[in-house]
């Protein structure tokens, strides 16, 4: 089993460092695998460097301003929807944090609770759901060197499989990942929620062997977390890439972060000793 690192994550331009670029690209086109493996959020659909917890008072503004042109009875202020959303979120991963990667949160849960928690009626779920995914698709770029590269790989004969550990269901990420990655269609996604295995425990890693039916030496992994994606692999013999954002973006994501959890716990949203977990997230600057 090898482990290859790029210190700097490919740039969604066309110009990447030139040995990074050749360096990876002998890995993806190495006869040794038949099968490429790709998380998707901070690989290869970069963010910016808004905190997630701002990104979702974002949103929870957007879905009030829809919600006041449908709803015909009192409804939650928006810091009251913003602190349910909030809270559905720890709800629903607490109750998978002991499942040791054999359960995952799922967005329709979150989206659930969040209506149980402010008196929303079921109905809005589906409006709630559009709302957040338009507002992630603007948040979103396609890393266009590595879906390049895969591109290529993909016309070689390689198969391309997308693996993600994430909240929104199968079909939200695919219709992402189809808005912002033009043409370009993958194999087969394979997402914790709708798996009910995580990345980040190593179980979905297996679930891809199983159903893909390939010994692990055939997988190559590319991904920007270092314990879902290099550490877990590892553990089963499947190669990988780690390709870590750019130092700048993770020291100004992690400063913009920790100041907007601050803020929350001032705030009284959140606990002062923790924060919505999202395992897509990169690992934070320690």
Request: proline fraction near 6%; aromatic fraction near 6%.
């Amino acid at each position: 089993m090898q482990t290859f690192s790029l210190q700097e994550h490919l740039s969604p331009t066309p110009n990447p460092d030139m040995n990074s670029w050749q360096d990876l690209r002998r890995k993806t086109t190495s006869s040794t695998y038949s099968i490429i493996s790709v998380d998707v959020f901070d690989t290869l659909l970069l963010r910016t460097t808004r905190p997630e917890l701002l990104r979702f008072e974002d949103v929870t503004r957007l879905q009030h301003a829809f919600l006041r042109t449908m709803v015909h009875h009192p409804l939650p202020s928006i810091a009251s929807l913003y602190e349910a959303r909030l809270r559905a979120g720890r709800t629903v991963y607490g109750r998978v944090a002991g499942s040791k990667g054999l359960d995952e949160a799922h967005f329709n849960d979150i989206l659930g609770l969040t209506c149980a928690l402010t008196g929303l009626p079921p109905e809005c779920i589906p409006h709630l759901r559009h709302i957040e995914l338009a507002y992630e698709r603007k948040m979103l770029q396609p890393n266009r060197s590595l879906l390049g590269l895969l591109t290529e790989a993909k016309a070689n004969g390689k198969r391309i499989i997308l693996a993600s550990d994430m909240y929104l269901g199968a079909d939200d990420l695919r219709q992402l990942c189809d808005g912002l990655l033009g043409t370009f269609r993958c194999h087969r996604l394979y997402v914790s929620s709708e798996f009910k295995r995580t990345k980040r425990h190593g179980t979905l890693f297996q679930a891809i062997l199983d159903e893909e039916g390939v010994p692990p030496g055939s997988l190559l992994h590319l991904g920007d977390n270092h314990l879902a994606d290099v550490a877990m692999p590892a553990t089963l013999g499947i190669d990988s890439v780690h390709l870590p954002r750019a130092w700048s973006w993770r020291i100004l994501h992690h400063f913009r972060a920790r100041m907007n959890r601050r803020n929350l716990q001032r705030r009284n949203l959140i606990p002062s000793s923790s924060s919505l977990p999202v395992p897509s997230a990169p690992s934070a600057i320690k």
